[in-house]
């Protein structure tokens, strides 16, 4: 992989020949794709299904730069920590040992079980509508039919990471894991251990293997506290190689109560945390992240969006670096 920090692109779920052309078009050399195909039933990626992935990508002269979370099922029982989580873990492991041999680098995965994202749409600029979150439009059902503590999760992470991680480095593929989405406390019961500074030291601490670290989402640093927060994040966890590839969102509002809006108008000083990036040593890939519907859009990926978002961020980057280069 190249050892600089790059714009890829995050595509949809479904993947076609389309989506791969508008990332070449865009000026991008990788992608990031949510999951390959599979056949229901399955209960983990096969390896011959990754190597088609992985060459059909590359025949676009683009590479993946990352693989982002297996579906809920193949691991469920493991982050609630319920019985059968050893034959799933098993699974999840080959899954890693053949996403290594396919030659993927990276997999990105989140600790929350719940699949809540938001809650609600906003109109943004211009129209553009805007996927929001609001904690007071929660009710107080538990999801699971218990609830989940804080320890209870922190046990739940630990006993996954003692025994992916090992496999892991061995297969040569680096673990990146996404904060809680929302992140500001439990939801439907279950603790949000992946919130807050504190909870990714406590992670980073106890899992001391180069083939684990973050995908560091901008966007849910901000909502933990402001640009502030994201730039201590970014200060912190970077120059330790522990940030492996970047989601650069924007949100507008708080934690309890927030919008995503178009990179660049939001709470977020983008370009602080570009250069945050730059001067703290991170080589990995960045995406655009949630972008707004705008006019012409359809319900799913948001072309327009994405080409401008992408294009904003390429913008920022090219900047950034033209200026480090006249110091």
Known sequence: MPDTMRIAIGLPRDVTDEHLIFAKQLGCDGVVLATPARLPGDECW????????????????????????????????????????????????????NIGRAGIPVLGYNFRPHPLYRNRKVEGRGGAIMTAYRRADLTDELYFGRELSAEQMWENHQWFAERAVPVAEEAGVRLALHPDDPNDGPIGGVARIFSSFEGFERASQAIQSPAWGL?????????????????????????????????????????????????????LDVTAAMLALKESGFSGAIIDDHAPAMVGDDEGWHFRARGYQTGYIQGLLRAITDLSATK
């Open 215 to 267: 995908l560091f989402c901008i966007g849910c640093w901000t909502e933990m506290g402001g640009t502030a927060n994201a730039l201590r994040g970014i200060r912190h966890f970077a120059p330790r190689n522990r940030i492996v590839y970047v989601h650069f969102r924007d949100i507008a509002g708080t934690a309890s109560d927030f919008s995503e809006c178009f990179v660049g108008s939001g709470d």
């Open 46 to 97: 096969e390896y011959d299904d990754l190597v088609r992935l992985r060459e059909w990508v590359e025949s676009y002269g683009l590479r993946i730069e990352s693989l982002q979370n297996t579906p809920h099922e193949f691991w469920m029982k493991v982050r609630l920590g319920e019985p059968g989580r050893e034959e799933q873990i098993e699974n999840y492991c080959q899954t890693i040992r």
